[in-house]
């Protein structure tokens, strides 16, 4: 295909913008935690025209070793490398979208920021959007040139389990998961239920409206400021069941004009992975 215009787009665009501009990279992150093919599945299917498919497991995670959480990242130059496969160039303007809400998006969102590249952003109200408003989808599957893309990873938007052990008290962690999973009420996904010591909550489905778009940015800035109770952003690490869901509160910290929070990738799954790890319950 011909390669891709360029333009600039924030955090969030909207299902009118990306209609406007064929000529944009898109990806479809859609995934089902209980059935991890169906989102390729859907996007075979039907797809927004020109997107090509990002797999939560297969193309934005590393093999999971039972110590490194169940999306651990993978190594840099190996998502680099899947860049370039799929024809990526760094003036590129990238779009990506999932079923609705945008937390699986926000993954790759996240991801591509981590390798240097910022002109990216996540479909408002992602593919249930853009088919409620009648929009043209696709079945065939694009094919675009490889590139050697050029990654420069931004070391400084992560942080292991190490530096979290090192610094619990100090910086302020933001667990993404429901209340019930964060007070360790409920746990139908990993083996533990808890959170990290200190921790507070903000679930990540209160980014976004009953709709599935998310909130005007001066709402989010209201209601993660509560959350940060006067801590600044770049005092926050952001995580949640697996370094997924987090994404989506890092994005909408962005959105609200909060930037400089970090992730702690592996998350409450790797976190538990080592049973020395203090774990609270409550709050």
Not at 32 to 57: K, T, V
Not at 100 to 123: C, F, I, K
Not at 195 to 220: C, M, Q, S, W, Y
Not at 244 to 257: P, Q
């Amino acid at each position: 295909m011909a390669a891709a215009r360029t333009g600039r787009v924030g955090p969030l665009v909207s299902t009118e913008a990306l209609a406007a501009h064929p000529d944009w990279r898109v990806f479809d992150c859609r995934h089902d935690l209980a059935d991890p093919d169906a989102g390729e599945r859907q996007y075979r299917q039907a797809h927004i025209p020109g997107a090509l498919f990002a797999h939560l497991d297969r193309d934005l995670s590393a093999p999971r070793t039972g110590r490194n959480g169940r999306h651990p990242l993978p190594a840099f130059d190996a998502f680099v490398a899947w860049l370039g496969r799929q024809g990526l160039r760094p003036e590129d303007t990238i779009v990506c979208y999932d079923a609705g809400s945008g937390a699986m998006a926000a993954r790759l969102w996240w991801m591509l920021r981590w390798a240097g590249h910022e002109n990216v952003a996540v479909l408002d109200g992602g593919f249930a959007k853009w088919l409620r408003e009648g929009r043209p989808v696709s079945a065939q599957v694009p094919v675009f040139a490889p590139t050697v893309y050029p990654g420069r990873e931004r070391k400084d938007m992560a942080v292991n389990a190490a530096w979290v052990e090192a610094n619990l008290g100090r910086a302020l962690l933001v667990d993404a998961r429901a209340p019930a999973r964060f007070r360790g009420e409920a746990e139908p996904i990993d083996p533990v239920a808890g959170h990290i010591p200190g921790a507070v909550n903000r679930f990540n489905n209160d980014n976004v409206t009953a709709e599935g778009t998310f909130k005007d940015p001066l709402t989010l800035r209201r209601e993660f400021e509560k959350v940060l109770a006067g801590r600044a952003p770049q005092e926050v690490v952001n995580y949640c069941g697996s370094g997924v869901s987090a994404c989506h509160n890092l994005l909408a910290m962005e959105i609200a004009g909060l930037s400089g929070a970090k992730l702690y990738p592996g998350s409450w799954s790797e976190w538990i992975a080592d049973p020395r790890r203090e774990i609270a319950r409550g709050g």
